[in-house]
């Protein structure tokens, strides 16, 4: 069965370590997202990609990146720089908008 | 610019009881709009989208949504609410390459 598979589903890390979540679909969509959620925020938008070799900032790319090397896989690294990455990820993937998004079942990342 | 409105982060009813929850856009172009389900430590599942047509769109789980342009609205409905319903709830718009989601909308179901 096609879908977007994302892992690990938890994770802890120490302060001031990097950390990458991976996130790898066989949809044979073109397009990936990558969306933080917090409790009261809903989803804010990290990084995107229409395109392998190219990706987007969204609304909070500060202390993030990503690579998108492969049209099936888009993982992201969540930096030191990042001030407060406790949250639970997202990742999601489309053929089109017109269509939605299809969502990995997200993976919560812990940050001691 | 589009945006999206969700009007209650939190909603309570009675088991068998209406389900009405609230979305308001705003789009300088027709919309494209969705309704999510999102359910403890999962992503998110599609219940429904309006992209042309019908303006009343029949999705998963009994729910529905109607389009109203005049009133710039998307308000999910279902007419009798399950326990298994509970669940956090959101509306989203396209804006060109990728959608716009509200904060969202937990339903408690109590029996």
């Known amino acids: 069965d096609g879908g977007i598979t994302q892992s690990p589903k938890y994770l802890f890390r120490k302060e001031g370590q990097n950390v990458t979540l991976s996130c790898e679909q066989n949809l044979n969509h073109d397009a990936m997202y990558w969306y933080r959620q917090d409790p009261g925020q809903g989803l804010r938008l990290i990084y995107y990609s229409q395109i392998v070799n190219d990706f987007q900032k969204g609304d909070i790319a500060e202390g993030y990146s990503v690579s998108r090397e492969k049209k099936e896989s888009f993982p992201l690294t969540v930096t030191s720089a990042q001030k407060n990455p406790t949250a639970f990820y997202l990742c999601?993937?489309?053929?089109?908008?017109?269509?939605?998004?299809?969502f990995g079942s997200g993976t919560r990342l812990t940050v001691v | 610019a589009q945006s999206v409105t969700q009007l209650g982060s939190h909603v309570s009813v009675s088991e068998g009881a209406l389900v009405l929850l609230r979305c308001n856009y705003s789009?300088?172009?027709?919309?494209?709009l969705f309704w999510y389900v999102q359910y403890p430590n999962q992503g998110l599942q599609l219940l429904l989208k309006?992209?042309?047509?019908?303006?009343l769109v029949k999705g998963i789980n009994g729910f529905e949504a109607e389009f109203k342009k005049s009133e710039t609205s998307f308000h999910l409905t279902k007419p009798s609410a399950h326990m298994s319903d509970a669940a956090e709830y959101f509306c989203?718009?396209?804006?060109?390459?990728?959608?716009?989601f509200g904060t969202g909308t937990r339903l408690q179901v109590f029996p």
């Open positions: 789009s300088s172009v027709p919309p494209y």
């Open positions: 999601a993937s489309s053929h089109d908008t017109f269509y939605g998004y299809t």
């Open positions: 309006y992209t042309t047509g019908a303006t």
């Open positions: 989203a718009v396209t804006l060109t390459d990728k959608l716009i």
